[in-house]
């Protein structure tokens, strides 16, 4: 789906450009997005930096940014926004050679920030939070958590293949089939109890994904956009 959005995006402005007799040496154009549209993001801008637009006139702010591509350059306009105790941004495994254009750019975190100021920091994006979820924001105490999950990932799945491929525990699931569940529960039309029974087969990543029988609210506010939005309006301040 990632690609296709990517090809008609690329399509519209390369067309768009040549039908409005635009000049695509001197003009400037903003790409962003989060999550998936971070990634859509991050390649369009790559893709239009090699389709005769100048580098240097191209920008993308992309948020939550997933890894993209086994072959990534280090393009300085290309900025990657990201909280490192959100999963997401580290999927696919740099551990199966995935990264992300362009340069990556931490939110704080207790595992980057010391820690007097990152709780004045906190404080003022959960004001921010706060007025636009309706309640707290539920932090990790730093990255390590997640960084173990993603590890535990690369265990179940040491490759591209064995996610796709090697069944795991009593429910013979494969990696990919137990993140597909969880897509279905995220994306509110799969069910937690089947997602739980499923945990099962994947006990070294269910105490991260689950909390009192349901999915963890800090994955959601490690990840949501009302995250990056609070930290970025707390830098404002």
């Not at 995006?9 to 039908?19: A, G, M, R, T």
């Not at 990534?72 to 199966?96: G, T």
């Not at 029988?213 to 830098?235: C, D, M, N």
Request: aromatic letters at 10%; hydrophobic letters at 40%; charged letters at 15%.
């Amino acid at each position: 789906r990632n690609r296709r959005i990517l090809q008609q995006e690329s399509k519209y402005v390369i067309c768009e450009h040549k039908d409005q007799g635009i000049n695509s040496a001197s003009t400037k154009i903003l790409v962003t997005g989060h999550s998936r549209g971070a990634a859509v993001a991050n390649m369009l801008a790559k893709r239009l930096m090699a389709s005769g637009f100048v580098s240097n006139n191209i920008f993308a702010y992309a948020f939550a940014t997933p890894n993209v591509s086994t072959s990534v350059s280090a393009l300085p306009n290309i900025h990657n926004v990201v909280n490192p105790e959100d999963f997401v941004p580290k999927a696919p495994l740099e551990k199966w050679g995935f990264g992300k254009h362009g340069v990556v750019h931490e939110l704080p975190s207790l595992s980057n920030t010391e820690m007097s100021s990152y709780d004045q920091l906190h404080s003022l994006m959960n004001d921010h939070f706060k007025k636009l979820v309706g309640e707290d924001h539920l932090n990790y105490t730093g990255a390590a958590e997640t960084s173990e999950f993603i590890a535990n990932v690369g265990n179940y799945a040491p490759t591209v293949q064995a996610y796709y491929e090697t069944r795991h525990g009593v429910g013979q699931l494969t990696t990919y089939e137990y993140f597909m569940k969880l897509a279905g529960v995220v994306g509110g039309g799969g069910d937690i109890a089947d997602f739980s029974t499923a945990s099962a087969s994947f006990p070294d990543l269910a105490g991260y994904l689950i909390a009192g029988g349901l999915l963890s609210p800090r994955i959601f506010h490690a990840h949501g956009p009302e995250t990056y939005l609070s930290w970025l309006k707390a830098f404002s301040s």
